[in-house]
């Protein structure tokens, strides 16, 4: 017997149904989507994140975060998320609507951050978590980032733009720690996580 055109129909219906589940019904789902006005406050979400954040998700994306951080609130009853005060509601697909590629991550062996822009508004914090997480998060296992900085000889006067350190870390007299632009714009990107607009699909 031929087994031929069975041998093909069975090829051909195997693409199919793949191609059906994962292009066709996500484009119908999610291809459309766009931005929306929120009715309480009027604002347009979500926009596209400034160009000092556009940036900094590269930084993000060069340097692992997403190796430790998640960037999705799970829903109620699905886990602890929202009770950790990760985010005030499940985080949707219109959340990730500007975002490419969309920094979703698996692991979470440091708190998720889709609102880490809610959760801490300090650039001075995230500067300092940066370049040694101990000086914010005493016992954090999180490596510190201080190829984002630079140590300069001081001026008479310190620089406007030197960070302010505790005394223990605190680099030798006569020289300080400014940041790079690198962690500059990484840290626009974190103050710009917010999945927080109170989206009619994620209550
Ligand atoms: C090896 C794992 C690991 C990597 C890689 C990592 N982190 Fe973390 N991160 C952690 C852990 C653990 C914590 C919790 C303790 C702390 O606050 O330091 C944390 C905390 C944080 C927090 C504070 C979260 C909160 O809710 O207070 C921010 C912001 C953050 N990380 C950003 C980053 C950024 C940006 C990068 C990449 C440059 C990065 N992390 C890379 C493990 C990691």
């Keep these: 017997m031929n087994y031929g055109p069975i041998i093909f129909l069975g090829v ?5 149904s793949s191609w059906i589940g994962l292009v066709l019904i996500p484009q119908v789902q999610f291809g459309r989507q766009q931005e929306v006005k929120i009715e309480e406050t009027g604002e347009i979400y979500p926009t596209v994140r400034p160009g000092l954040a556009q940036q900094g998700m590269e930084i993000y994306k060069a340097n692992g975060c997403i190796y430790c951080h998640s960037q999705q609130v799970r ?6 998320d929202i009770a950790r005060n990760w985010g005030q509601r499940r985080t949707v697909s219109r959340d990730y609507l500007h975002d490419n590629p969309v920094m979703l991550g698996t692991m979470r062996t440091g708190p998720d951050l889709s609102n880490i822009g809610v959760r801490q508004t300090s650039v001075l914090w995230h500067l300092q978590h940066l370049y040694n997480p101990q000086i914010t998060s005493k016992g954090s296992i999180m490596p510190p980032f201080r190829f984002l900085f630079e140590k300069r000889k001081a001026g008479d006067k310190p620089s406007p733009d030197a960070l302010a350190l505790p005394k223990e870390f605190a680099p030798e007299p006569g020289s300080e720690i400014v940041p790079k632009p690198e962690a500059r714009a990484l840290v ?16």
């Design 188 to 203: 626009q990107y974190l103050l710009s996580l917010k999945a927080n607009a109170p989206l009619p699909e994620a209550r």
């Design 75 to 80: 829903p109620e009853g699905y886990g602890a």
């Design 12 to 16: 051909f219906l195997t693409i199919a």
